[in-house]
């Protein structure tokens, strides 16, 4: 017999995994584009781009596919979680001084 987890559990930890996938990186990519003289909006906006790039397969099926709840769910949960790490990461990279 098959269980399947609710939407509540697949939804927050593709949120927790996303946040923390892609803040870590952020912050990161900060400190290496201070240490190179990038431009941070610059940073964002790559960041930005690899969000949507991180969403899009789910994003895909949500829009091709006939019965997609589950994706839908995915994307959902993906979406928070960039939308969390794009905005607190740029906060922690100010306060480790990168920005």
Do not use: N
């Amino acid at each position: 017999m098959w269980h399947t987890l609710p939407d509540e559990y697949v939804r927050a930890q593709l949120a927790v995994g996303s946040l923390v996938a892609l803040g870590v990186a952020r912050v990161v990519a900060a400190g290496i584009g201070a240490q190179h003289g990038w431009r941070i909006a610059a940073v964002t906006r790559w960041f930005i781009g690899a969000a949507v790039v991180f969403c899009l397969p789910q994003l895909l099926e949500v829009i091709f596919a006939a019965d997609s709840h589950t994706a839908f769910v995915e994307l959902q949960g993906k979406i928070i979680g960039c939308a969390v790490a794009l905005f607190c990461a740029p906060i922690v990279s100010h306060r480790l001084g990168y920005e």
